[in-house]
């Protein structure tokens, strides 16, 4: 399973932004989709954009023109840049990676991002 280290989560007020990176252990020779979910407290995990090694991104609706994911293959780590936050946004956002082909996911422990109104 490959290994995913989270950082960049905090506390931030309504509008602000807040980048988060997850570097994964992973070689970058076999393709990928990396992507971030969210959990908030009480609700389930749910998506919030995912990148191909080919750089198709993909978002949820409550996120788009907001949030943009990006990755870096050669480092294997993707980031993903908040701005616009909402109280709404607040959740532990949790890093994914799957290889292309396999039906094998790995999770990150999560990082706490904290939007106060």
């Known amino acids: 399973q490959v290994q995913l280290v989270e950082s960049g989560g905090g506390l931030v007020q309504a509008g602000g932004s807040l980048r988060l990176s997850c570097g994964a252990s992973a070689s970058f020779r076999r393709p990928s989709v990396m992507g971030w979910y969210r959990q908030a407290p009480g609700k389930q995990r749910e998506l919030v954009a995912t990148?191909?090694?080919?750089?198709?991104?993909n978002y949820s609706d409550s996120v788009k023109g907001r949030f943009t994911i990006s990755r870096d293959n050669a480092e294997v780590t993707v980031y993903l840049q908040m701005n616009s936050l909402k109280p709404g946004d607040t959740a532990v956002y949790y890093c994914?990676?799957?290889?292309?082909?396999?039906?094998?996911?790995?999770w990150g422990k999560g990082t706490l991002v904290t939007v106060s109104s």
């Open positions: 990148i191909t090694s080919g750089g198709k991104p």
């Open positions: 994914n990676h799957r290889f292309v082909g396999s039906t094998v996911d790995s």
